[in-house]
């Protein structure tokens, strides 16, 4: 068993923050868009639009019959998991690592929400070339996770290490 007071637990309120922006950026793009409208933000470069993934990123998987939603629900509850084992085992001293772990730990939970409440996960961010080049649309979640990601490759490669 970890010992708790050394572990990176601390971190799980970054996780909260995440799940909370984006859920709360979602419900404002729910309640303020249109399918597919684009409101620019950066002509030509940057809008707000609403859309709906039942796939996984990119929208793999979106035009299978539904038993996609479950599977994706089951790989976030055992990322999860295995992210909350991993930050209670992570000496506090591991900063970054922490936080990127807690940063995809959000992400991850935040659209787990989406995807078992309403079959689906809330889109509203657009980065495109003018009207000719799209980038797939993503939310909060998705960049936390990215995010995270890129944390936990630069703290491989660049971070501090073992004596």
């Not at 796939?55 to 479950?70: E, I, T």
């Not at 509203?124 to 936390?144: E, G, K, M, R, T």
């Amino acid at each position: 068993m970890p010992d708790l007071r050394r572990g990176s637990l601390i971190w799980l309120w970054l996780s909260v923050v995440v799940i909370a922006l984006d859920q709360a950026t979602k419900w404002i793009a729910v309640d303020a868009l249109q399918l597919y409208q684009q409101v620019p933000i950066i002509d030509g470069l940057f809008s707000f639009t609403l859309a709906y993934n039942t796939g996984a990123a990119f929208s793999f998987l979106a035009d299978a019959s539904g038993w996609q939603r479950w599977l994706f629900a089951g790989i976030a509850v055992v990322v999860s998991v295995v992210l909350c084992v991993w930050l209670a085992r992570l000496d506090r001293a591991r900063k970054m690592e922490a936080i990127a772990l807690a940063l995809i730990l959000g992400g991850a939970l935040g659209n787990l929400y989406d995807r078992v409440v309403h079959g689906k996960v809330t889109d509203f961010i657009l980065v495109h070339w003018q009207q000719s080049w799209f980038f797939p649309a993503f939310n909060i979640a998705d960049s936390a996770i990215t995010v995270g990601a890129v944390l936990l490759l630069l703290d491989m490669f660049f971070g501090r290490k073992p004596e």
